[in-house]
């Protein structure tokens, strides 16, 4: 499904930008953990996590 997904936006990769938060918020479950480790905002790690959304168009995270 994720492959599928990737072919018919015509794009091959995600975000760059967009994995270091993604990848953080994987590990600790949990924006605002993720984001200290990064040294930015919750709210910075979650618009990259929205744009990875958007690109990948599927939820990736789990919002409370």
Request: aromatic letters at 6%; charged letters at 20%; proline letters at 5%.
């Amino acid at each position: 499904n994720l492959l599928a997904n990737m072919a018919t936006t015509n794009r091959s990769l995600p975000p760059m930008s967009s994995l270091k938060p993604f990848e953080a918020t994987a590990r600790h479950l949990n924006f605002s953990q993720a984001a200290d480790e990064l040294f930015v905002t919750q709210a910075a790690v979650s618009k990259q996590i929205k744009l990875l959304e958007e690109f990948l168009i599927m939820e990736v995270a789990k919002r409370s």
